[in-house]
T-cell receptor
């Protein structure tokens, strides 16, 4: 398997622009997670899906952030409008099942976002 | 609330020396514990995990970790460090509840290896 695929790997945009990050989970995985990594706050869970349904979005910082999973093989994280403080590395991860069954989360390579 | 503390932000060891990275967690029930490694510009790779059973867990790349409930710790060890081990290491705790898949990560420890 190719692992979790994220695109783009790097994104540079200007404040106020819309940013869309994409993720393809490992085939057959029922859970998908979006994380954000910054120097100040470390790794934070933003939202996760089970069978394409958002389960917990309590980590989404504000209404400018939205995430969708239209099907089992694709998810997007959108920031509109973007702000400089959104600059971070955004990771997507997937797992076969939930932690209670001993499953592991597999991480993608991340998207490095810079908002000028 | 669950939390993870990695007391050491940065550690430097000589190649061939032993390594121990500390991790302390706060969680009411039996935790699910993980160690991940992140090389520069890369995603996170799982080194090992503890869910139940033997408290000494073996992982990839020669790493092991020991779960000590009395100390709320899950320290990562390696007997002989290689230059390729230089990376950032994250400890994480998961609740394991059937209605949550959350992992809570520590702030990470950056390992530098001297030749």
């Amino acid at each position: 398997d190719a692992g979790v695929i994220q695109s783009p790997r790097h994104e540079v945009t200007e404040m106020g622009q819309e940013v869309t990050l994409r993720c393809k989970p490992i085939s057959g995985h029922d859970y998908l997670f979006w994380y954000r990594q910054t120097m100040m706050r470390g790794l934070e869970l933003l939202i996760y899906f089970n069978n394409n349904v958002p389960i917990d979005d309590s980590g989404m910082p504000e209404d400018r952030f939205s995430a969708k999973m239209p099907n089992a093989s694709f998810s997007t994280l959108k920031i509109q409008p973007s702000e400089p403080r959104d600059s971070a590395v955004y990771f997507c991860a997937s797992s076969l099942s939930h932690l209670g069954k001993g499953e592991t989360q597999y991480f993608g390579p991340g998207t490095r976002l810079l908002v000028l | 609330a669950q939390s993870v503390t990695q007391p050491d932000i940065h550690i430097t060891v000589s190649e061939g020396a032993s390594l121990e990275l500390r991790c302390n967690y706060s969680y009411g029930a039996t935790p699910y514990l993980f160690w991940y490694v992140q090389s520069p510009g890369q995603g996170l790779q799982l080194l090992l995990k503890y869910f139940s059973g033997d408290t000494l867990v073996q992982g990839i790349k020669g790493f092991e970790a020991e779960f000590k409930r009395s100390q709320s710790s899950f320290n990562l060890r390696k007997p002989s460090v290689h230059w390729s081990d230089a990376a950032e290491y994250f400890c994480a705790v998961g609740s394991g509840s059937s209605n949550t898949g959350k992992l809570i990560f520590g702030q990470g420890t950056t390992l530098q290896v001297k030749p």
